[in-house]
């Protein structure tokens, strides 16, 4: 799936889940789960963009964390919605089932980017040194027990 496909799944998550919150009855429960439901929809697809523009691979995993969790917590409130008997299980399946697809999405998503990151820390540097991820720089100065000498 290339990105701009998933940037667009994202954005029509988000509207059709405005569009849910939208038909929801006036109760005091109904407001604050489809407030709260309205805020992980729309996250999701907003923390998508931004990692999109992410500065490096480990900044784009972060994002990706926070859509993986944005879209579990929309499978919640949208669980709660139904199990409450606010929303019907019929209206709320697609929403959930595309939810489910956006977590297992960004999930295989941060396991591959993870896996280009460690291969990327083990490859030879630009000096033709073998690179662990550590420095290899030593401060003997201070693995000594009576501390510096002046």
């Known amino acids: 799936m290339r990105a701009n496909d998933l940037k667009g799944r994202t954005m029509a998550f988000a509207v059709s889940i405005a569009r849910l919150t939208g038909s929801l009855p006036r109760s005091r429960e109904a407001d ?3 407030r709260q439901l309205l805020r992980s929809g729309a996250s999701v697809g907003a923390n998508y963009r931004a990692a ?3 500065q490096s691979t ?3 995993i972060s994002k990706l ?3 993986e969790e944005e879209a579990d917590e929309c499978i919640y409130w949208l669980e709660l919605l139904v199990q409450a008997g606010i929303v019907h299980a019929e209206a709320a399946a697609p929403l959930l089932r595309e939810a489910s697809e956006l977590v297992a999405i960004t999930v295989a998503s941060k396991k591959r980017l993870r896996a280009r990151l460690q291969t990327s820390a083990s490859r030879t540097s630009n000096f033709g040194v073998r690179t662990s991820g550590e420095s290899s720089i030593v401060n003997r100065q201070s693995d000594r027990r009576d501390g510096p000498t002046r």
């Open 32 to 34: 604050v789960f489809g």
């Open 52 to 54: 999109g523009r992410a």
């Open 58 to 60: 480990a900044h784009m």
């Open 65 to 67: 964390a926070i859509v």
